[in-house]
C-alpha cells in the first residue's frame, strides 16, 4: 500500500510541477505576446475591420488564442469566403481572407402578416449562388459601386437566404446568363 500511495503521489506531483512548468514557459510566457496582426485581404474590406472582426484581444498569448476560433467568427460574415489563421512564432498572427465577389444584386420580397405592401430587402450573389449581405461602405477599403451591377428580382425570401447558396433553378440561370455575358 505504501510503495502504490507513494508512486500515486510522484505521479500526481510530476503532473502539477509539468503543468505549473508548461504555463510558466508558455502560456503565460511574455515573449509569446501577440505584437502584431497581418492582415491580408483579394477584396475591398479594410484590414481594420477585419481585425476587429477577428477579435484577437491585443496582449494575448499567441500559443493560447484558439484559431478555430478566430477563423469561424471571420467566416461568419457573409462576404467572406474564407479565412486562414496562421501562428509566427515568437509574436505575430497572420490573417489571410478571401472575399465573396458579388456579380448581381437580388432583391427579395418580404411578405407582410396584413397582406398590405410587402417590403424588399436587397442581397448581393456571387458567381456561385451564395447570397451574402451588402457591406456597408464605412468597412469598404475603396468605395464599393454596385449600383452597375444587374438586379435579379422575382425571387422569394426563402430563395435569398444570406450565408448560404440559393439552389434556385430560376436563380442559378440568371446567374449563368450573367457571367456568360
Known sequence: IGISG??????????????????????????????????????????????????????QNLLALDLGRVKRDLELCTAIHSAAIERVLPDTVRVRVIEREPIARAVALLPRADGKNPG????????????????????????GETADLPVLSGLGHADLRPGRRSESPQLQAALALICEF
Open 6 to 59: 507513494g508512486t500515486l503521489l510522484g505521479l500526481f506531483v510530476a503532473w502539477r510541477a509539468g503543468q505549473w512548468a508548461l504555463d510558466q514557459m508558455v502560456f503565460e510566457n511574455s515573449a509569446f505576446t501577440i505584437r502584431h496582426v497581418e492582415v491580408k485581404t483579394d477584396g475591398v474590406i479594410r484590414p481594420e475591420q477585419l481585425r476587429r472582426w477577428a477579435g484577437i484581444p491585443p496582449g
Open 120 to 143: 424588399t430587402v436587397i442581397h448581393h450573389v456571387d458567381a456561385q449562388g451564395n447570397v451574402f449581405t451588402p457591406l456597408d461602405r464605412s468597412v469598404l477599403n475603396v468605395p
